[in-house]
């Protein structure tokens, strides 16, 4: 059984669509992530996958790239992703890009934050819950993989009504986004450009499903 781990509801739709998976959605929340992995490997998953959207932390990255994972990143450690299904997913999705992965417990708000991750651990991407499926993953001895598109260039901002507007389900909360907005209306130009990059990504999930 194929355990998929993802930040949000609209990820896990897509990743629910993925024949033999069972799939788990921890809302962006780290530590909810780590346990959600750890459940996944103890239901019976005999692999564990990280899927869903990405920040880029390179130029080489745009908006809708999709990413295998080589590697992943975080405070806590370093985590090869499994050789062997990379190179098959690689086959089978020539277009995708190949690298490492940063995985972060906070969000990583701005292009000069992106680039000095870039250059401190020469990641392509982050997002909040690869270093939790690798951590369940290298614990329960199980190949481990990372799958993510692109929504946000490593240039563009992401604002802080992203996070805030992520319900405990992993769903868009559009009454808690638009109050955020309303009292901080400068967020409306990266939360557009975010927005507009979340649904190419997406897009470009739903098409890399087939493959894996």
Same mark, same amino acid.
């Given at each position: 059984?194929?355990?998929?781990?993802?930040?949000?509801?609209?990820?896990?739709?897509?990743?629910?669509?993925?024949? !033999?998976?069972? %799939?788990?959605?921890?809302?962006?929340?780290?530590?909810?992530?780590?346990?959600?992995?750890?459940? *996944? /490997? =103890? +239901?019976?998953?005999?692999?564990?996958?990280?899927?869903?959207?990405?920040?880029?932390?390179?130029?080489?990255?745009?908006?809708?790239?999709?990413?295998? !994972?080589?590697? %992943?990143?975080?405070?806590?450690?370093?985590?090869?992703?499994?050789?062997?299904?990379?190179?098959? *997913? /690689? =086959? +089978?999705?020539?277009?995708?890009?190949?690298?490492?992965?940063?995985?972060?417990?906070?969000?990583?708000?701005?292009?000069?934050?992106?680039?000095?991750?870039?250059?401190?651990?020469?990641?392509?991407?982050?997002?909040?819950?690869?270093?939790?499926?690798?951590?369940?993953?290298?614990? =329960?001895?199980?190949?481990?993989?990372?799958?993510?598109?692109?929504?946000?260039?490593?240039?563009?901002?992401?604002?802080?009504?992203?996070?805030?507007?992520?319900?405990?389900?992993?769903?868009?909360?559009?009454?808690?986004?638009?109050?955020?907005?309303?009292?901080?209306?400068?967020?409306?130009?990266?939360?557009?450009?975010?927005?507009?990059?979340?649904?190419?990504?997406?897009?470009?999930?739903?098409?890399?499903?087939?493959?894996?």
């Amino acid at each position: 059984m194929l355990g998929i781990l993802c930040g949000l509801e609209s990820e896990a739709k897509i990743a629910r669509r993925i024949g !033999g998976a069972r %799939v788990a959605c921890a809302a962006s929340r780290p530590h909810k992530a780590r346990e959600l992995a750890r459940e *996944l /490997a =103890a +239901q019976g998953a005999t692999r564990l996958m990280s899927f869903g959207i990405a920040g880029a932390l390179h130029e080489s990255v745009g908006l809708g790239d999709v990413l295998i !994972g080589t590697e %992943v990143i975080s405070s806590q450690g370093k985590w090869a992703c499994d050789a062997v299904w990379s190179a098959s *997913l /690689a =086959a +089978q999705m020539p277009q995708a890009k190949r690298g490492g992965v940063y995985g972060s417990e906070t969000l990583v708000p701005t292009g000069q934050e992106k680039q000095a991750l870039y250059q401190e651990t020469g990641c392509l991407i982050v997002d909040m819950e690869s270093q939790c499926a690798a951590e369940a993953a290298a614990e =329960a001895g199980l190949p481990f993989m990372v799958v993510r598109a692109v929504c946000d260039d490593a240039r563009m901002s992401v604002p802080p009504v992203v996070m805030a507007a992520i319900a405990d389900d992993g769903s868009i909360a559009i009454g808690r986004a638009l109050s955020h907005i309303v009292r901080q209306p400068s967020q409306l130009v990266d939360l557009f450009h975010v927005a507009r990059g979340t649904n190419k990504a997406l897009v470009a999930l739903g098409k890399a499903k087939t493959f894996i």
